[in-house]
Structure formats: structure tokens, C-alpha cells
């Protein structure tokens, strides 16, 4: 018999009886306006920078001030093709961004609670775009913010599938030494979050 | 990789002999467990998540072989190679016959206690593997030829300027530089390099979801992914009780996880892998090593339920002044201790024993396992086929046959008072462990029973 039999019969012989799975009902009072200055809030102690924009001509203006200057920037939003580098689709070997200084990319929805953005491979063409970036850029509809991880996983199981799919809740780090906070561990060393509309 | 050591008392007097130190240790891992008070205080429904999850891990172990099953189809379909492991010698082979297929002797290698737990380290060393660990704390330990102390936190037990001096032999830092910042920045540099010449990399998993075949690994530093997504070939290795039924589930356990670890409200990055990427080969590897034994012990099954947070171990007392390495285990601290003589009893037979039984792990534990109440039931079970400790053996036995005898029970407490009493010496020594640390209480001038004969009148 193979191990994968041997142990299916093995945990089948042990495991106990049935135990019912709960119904997971967590209610939200709170309002969406509130939802968003949790967001901003909880950004700050993550060490995300946050910058409120009208629209895309307003998010183009302040990247132009203050990001751009970057020696190489790339992004994977259509309306900032005039501003950065417009990533369409895989072309390349993933190797080649190693010298990524900024990516802008778009997130489905941000969570208040965690300050998490939830982003899927069709938002990024490359997965290794978000970590291996020096800096990050993430942009987000103000309308796209939900509260927690419960109504999180609902609009995630009402949207499109995804191969790859990641929440991401500011800049790499690491307290690995003496828990002293250092950010920059592998991935990005510091993000900056664009709140559009 | 486990350490030589073979007895926790003895670790941990070892460990003991320098007292600020300890105090340090005690202190930093206590900041953790307040952190995660403090997180888990901001959330009202914080216990009901406890209940869910709870409820949710035993509903797994009651179905876990339908969850198994449903978990392979959907990965499957999904473009993922499924593998079972029945043991630690076979997960191993696993991983090695994938890196001989693909001709490459050099991997990366995320954080996954599994892997410690089946030494698949050392195994592909000794077949000529070169394995970089890129979990910072991780490297730190693996340049020191070390098991990591800590499932969460692999260095915690190391100071920034020991971690200066090594990183200044293994990666040319300044002689005496212990700055965090100068040598994380130093091992992003050396890892950088690492990730984007590497054609296989092997992380952990933390969740994996029947319903839909993903997989969920959580890193603050990225590092899983820097080296999933730039490899050719990604092995995801798991023990068979991460499965979890569905995908909504991982709301409950992704607002417990970071929050339980580190008082963080979430990980940085919590991965989502469904499938390879085109060019890519995604292996994943589901090991037993004993669990399926272990599930159908009724006192014992619940520890199968833990998600790896270490919040029993910030918050022991035992764990805090100890030390990891004195568990000689991959997982330490009660719940290494309630989970390591499952798989084998007399190697593990010392560790329900480092206890106080105080009860703080089961109350922090984010899925209620009645961690306590195991360490108390792993006890019994060890002194009755004769393996507790060997001085408690003999004690047990002599106290039994005294208080078997009521004349020599009296006897021997009138004796015990004028020792106390007249030279105390003989107890308050080096040779009585209640001793240490501790002033023996003054002794009552007569028993209970002498003072019950004497009022009982009035």
C-alpha cells in the first residue's frame, strides 16, 4: 500500500466523531467613513505613508512630486502609463526587476483592521513584483475598504479566481535582532498607500 | 536539527548559571506576551474567535481524512504536485529525489518548523545540498551551527552584539558593529543575492484550504516569497493537521495568528498559493510522522489542533527561564512539551515535568487546547510505565509506604519539625532543589492533628 493510502486508512481508523463547524457571524456597526480612518490610523503604527487623491490626474501630479525621481519605476496601472513604466504582461524573466526602485500597483480592497491590501497576480502580472521592489506603491478605491478579515474573505469568495493572491500589510521587516523594529527585511523598505476618490 | 541536550532540568540549570542573562530572556519574551495582550484586548470579539477556531480545528480532526482527500483533488487540479510522506526518512527522500530531477545542489528555504522536525536540513547537507535558511533569525542560527530556540522568534535567545560578531565573520560586517539596522541591512545584501541564484525554494505552510486547494504561508519579511516566485521549482512542505475546510475559515485565523505571535493584527505578507506560475513546477508535500497515531489518542488529539503561534511559550514561566534548546525539540515550551511524547514517549519523557501547571498557555492559547491539562495527563501517563522523574520515583514510593503507617506518618512529622526546628541545615542546602532560590518556611510547632486533640473539646 502506498503512504498516502496507508495514512488516509490510518487517520480515518483515529480520527473521532463528527464535531459540527460553527457559523461565523462577527456583525459590523461601524460605518464606512469610520472603517477608512481605521485604515489611516492603523497605517501610521504600520509605517505606510498615506496620501489622499481626488483622482488619477491629482495621484499622477503628487507621484510626479514626490516619487518619480526614482531611477526606475514601473507600475501596472493603464492611467499611469504617462508617468512610470507601464507593465502589461509577463514578458521577461522575473530576475529582471531585481533593480525595481518604485512599483505602483493597484490593490482590490484594503481592511481597516489590519491595514492589509489584498492584491491577486492579474493586479501585478509578476508575483515577485510587490517584494522585490525597493519601494512600494499601492493604490486603492476609498470605497474599496471594508472593516475586517470576515467581510474580506466574502468579497474574495464573490470576485474573480485568482492563481495567486496576497495580503499586504505595509513594508517588509524583521525584530528578529533583539526585537528592534527594522524595516526593509527582504522585500520593499518602506510603501506608501495612494487612497483614490 | 535537534541539540544534544536530552534532560530540560538539566538545560535549564545550564541556562540558569548566568542570571542576567535569564532575566533578559524572561523580559523580552514577557514584552511579546504584553504585546499580545494588547492586541488581542482591541478586538470585543476576540473570544468568540477563540471559540471559532477551536470549534473549527476540531471539526478538521473529526473529518480530517475527507479533508485530506478533498484537499489533494483540488490541488491537483490546480497544477499542484501532491506527495505523502509517512514519516520524517520519507519527506526527506521527497524533497531530495525533486532537487536530484532538477540537477540542482543548492535550495533556499523559508521558515517551516516541519522541516526541523524531520532534520530534512541536515539529510540534504549530508548529500551534498547546500540549504540557505532566509528567515533572518533563521540564518542567524544556521550560520551558528544552532537549532533555532523559538518557533516564531528562531534567535530570540541571542544578543545584537553576538549576532555583530558572527555576521562579521560569516559576512565581512564591521568588527564590533551590532547596530540591528547596519546587520539586517547586511543580511538583505547577502540573502538578495541568494534569492535571484537559486532554482528551488521549499517554505512552510500555515493554512491549507480543502475547499479550494491553496495554501497560506504568513513571513513579515517576504522572504517566502522572494523565493517561491523567482524559482523554477517551490516545495511546499506541511504536516496533514494544517488542513482547513474552507476559505472563509482563514478570517478566523488570520485575525488570531499575528495577533497571538506578536501582537501584530496581521503578518505582513500572507500568501495565497493556488497555482504554479507558467514556467514553474509547485510540489507539495503532506507529511504524517506520526500524527495520524496521535489523532486517535483521546486525551492527547487537541495539541493537534495548534497553529504555531508560540503564545504559550512567551507567556510560561518555565519557557521564559529555560530557554528553547533546553526542549530538545523543533517545538518548544508546552506545547512542544504536550506534543513531543506523542511521537516518542522516552526521548520526551522529562518534558511534561517542565511545568508549573500554572494554566497561563492554555488561557493565551488562540484554539483552546487544553495544554495544561495534557502536561498534567502526559504525568500520569509517564509515572505509570515507570518514566517520571527518578528522584520523584523514589520519593513517590517513600511517601507512599509512610503514609501507609500512621504511627511512622506522626513519627515522621515530628521528626521533620525538630529538624527544621533545630538544624536546618540538613534541608536548606544545595541538595534540596525546593532550596534554591527559596527560604524553607518556618516550622509549626505541633501538627494539625495534635492541635485538633487538644481544641477539639472546646
Same mark, same amino acid.
Given at each position: 500500500m502506498s503512504s498516502r493510502d496507508n495514512i488516509l486508512k490510518e487517520v480515518l481508523k483515529n480520527q473521532p466523531a463528527d464535531r459540527a463547524l460553527p457559523v461565523i457571524d462577527i456583525p459590523v456597526t461601524t460605518t464606512h467613513e469610520e472603517w477608512v480612518e481605521a485604515l489611516k490610523t492603523r497605517l501610521e503604527i504600520l509605517h505606510v505613508a498615506v496620501r489622499e487623491v481626488a483622482d488619477y490626474a491629482a495621484l499622477k501630479h503628487l507621484l510626479q512630486q514626490?516619487?518619480?525621481?526614482?531611477?526606475r519605476t514601473v507600475t501596472t496601472?493603464?492611467?499611469?502609463s504617462d508617468v512610470s513604466t507601464l507593465i502589461?504582461?509577463?514578458?521577461?524573466?522575473?530576475?529582471?526587476?531585481?533593480?525595481?526602485?518604485l512599483a505602483i500597483i493597484p490593490a482590490h480592497f484594503g481592511v481597516a483592521e489590519n491595514g492589509a491590501m489584498w492584491v491577486t497576480e492579474s493586479l501585478i502580472q509578476y508575483r515577485v513584483l510587490p517584494f522585490i521592489t525597493q519601494q512600494l506603491a499601492i493604490v486603492v478605491n476609498r470605497k474599496d475598504i471594508v472593516y475586517n478579515m470576515h467581510q474580506a474573505y466574502q468579497r474574495i469568495a464573490g470576485t474573480t479566481q485568482y492563481d495567486f493572491g496576497v495580503f499586504i500589510a505595509g513594508p517588509s521587516k524583521t525584530?528578529?535582532?533583539?526585537?528592534s523594529l527594522v524595516l526593509g527585511?527582504?522585500?520593499?523598505k518602506g510603501m506608501t498607500l495612494y487612497l483614490l476618490g | 536539527m535537534h541539540s544534544k541536550v536530552t534532560n530540560h532540568a538539566d538545560a535549564a540549570i545550564q541556562f540558569n548559571l548566568d542570571e542576567p542573562r535569564v532575566d533578559w530572556h524572561d523580559k523580552t519574551l514577557w514584552f511579546i506576551r504584553e504585546k499580545r495582550d494588547l492586541a488581542s484586548h482591541a478586538i470585543p470579539e476576540w473570544e468568540q474567535l477563540r471559540e471559532y477556531a477551536s470549534q473549527i480545528k476540531n471539526n478538521v480532526l473529526s473529518n480530517l481524512s475527507q479533508y485530506l482527500q478533498e484537499f489533494e483533488k483540488n490541488a491537483i487540479a490546480n497544477g499542484v504536485i501532491v506527495h505523502w510522506a509517512a514519516d520524517a526518512a520519507e519527506h526527506n527522500q521527497i524533497v531530495h529525489e525533486i532537487l536530484k530531477k532538477h540537477k540542482v545542489d543548492r535550495m533556499v528555504k523559508s521558515k517551516s518548523m516541519l522541516t526541523e522536525e524531520c532534520g530534512l536540513n541536515e539529510h540534504l547537507e549530508h548529500n551534498g545540498i547546500e540549504v540557505i535558511d532566509t528567515d533572518l533569525g533563521e540564518r542567524i542560527v544556521q550560520l551558528a551551527k544552532e537549532p533555532p530556540s523559538?518557533?516564531?522568534?528562531?534567535? +530570540?535567545?541571542? !544578543?545584537k552584539e553576538e549576532i555583530g560578531e558572527l555576521f562579521h565573520e560569516h559576512?565581512?560586517?564591521?568588527? /564590533?558593529a551590532s547596530d540591528p539596522k547596519y546587520l539586517t541591512a547586511a543580511a538583505r545584501e547577502h540573502l538578495r543575492e541568494t534569492f535571484l541564484t537559486r532554482r528551488v525554494a521549499l517554505t512552510g505552510v500555515n493554512f491549507a484550504v480543502a475547499e479550494t486547494g491553496e495554501f497560506v504561508v504568513s513571513t513579515n519579511e517576504g522572504n517566502a516569497d522572494m523565493g517561491a516566485h523567482l524559482a523554477d521549482v517551490h516545495i511546499a512542505c506541511m504536516g496533514i493537521?494544517? +488542513?482547513?475546510? !474552507?476559505?472563509?475559515h482563514l478570517s478566523v485565523f488570520l485575525r488570531l495568528l499575528a495577533r497571538s505571535a506578536t /501582537?501584530?493584527?496581521?503578518?505582513?505578507y500572507s500568501s495565497h498559493f493556488k497555482k504554479p506560475q507558467p514556467h514553474q513546477e509547485m510540489h507539495l508535500v503532506l507529511v504524517d510522522n506520526g500524527r495520524s497515531v496521535h489523532l486517535g489518542k483521546d486525551d492527547f488529539?487537541?495539541?493537534?489542533?495548534?497553529?504555531?503561534?508560540?503564545a504559550c511559550m512567551n507567556t510560561c514561566p518555565v519557557y521564559r527561564r529555560s530557554g528553547?534548546?533546553?526542549?530538545?525539540?523543533a517545538v518548544a515550551g508546552p506545547i512542544g512539551s504536550i506534543l513531543t511524547p506523542n511521537f516518542d514517549m522516552r526521548a520526551n519523557k522529562d518534558l511534561p515535568f517542565a511545568?508549573?501547571?500554572?494554566?497561563s498557555c492554555s488561557n493565551v492559547c488562540p484554539v483552546k487546547i487544553d495544554i495544561h491539562d495534557q502536561l498534567y495527563k502526559w504525568r500520569q501517563v509517564l509515572m505509570k510505565e515507570g518514566l517520571g522523574p527518578t528522584a520523584k520515583n523514589a520519593s513517590m514510593k517513600m511517601m507512599g509506604w509512610v503514609l501507609s503507617k500512621p504511627a511512622l506518618y506522626d513519627l515522621s512529622g515530628k521528626a521533620a519539625r525538630l529538624v527544621l526546628k533545630y538544624s536546618p541545615f540538613v534541608v536548606s542546602n544545595?541538595?534540596?532543589?525546593?532550596y534554591k532560590q527559596r527560604e524553607m518556611p518556618a516550622p509549626p510547632k505541633e501538627s494539625f492533628k495534635e492541635w485538633y486533640k487538644k481544641n477539639r473539646s472546646n
Open positions: 514626490e516619487a518619480i525621481p526614482q531611477d496601472i493603464a492611467e499611469l502589461e504582461a509577463v514578458k521577461e524573466d522575473a530576475h529582471s526587476l531585481e533593480d525595481v526602485d525584530a528578529d535582532i533583539e526585537q527585511a527582504h522585500g520593499p | 523559538h518557533i516564531v522568534l528562531p534567535c +530570540i535567545h541571542w !544578543k559576512l565581512g560586517t564591521d568588527k /564590533g493537521e494544517k +488542513i482547513i475546510p !474552507k476559505q472563509e /501582537g501584530q493584527p496581521i503578518t505582513t488529539r487537541n495539541s493537534l489542533k495548534c497553529i504555531r503561534c508560540a528553547g534548546h533546553s526542549y530538545h525539540n511545568s508549573t501547571l500554572c494554566g544545595k541538595m534540596n532543589p525546593w
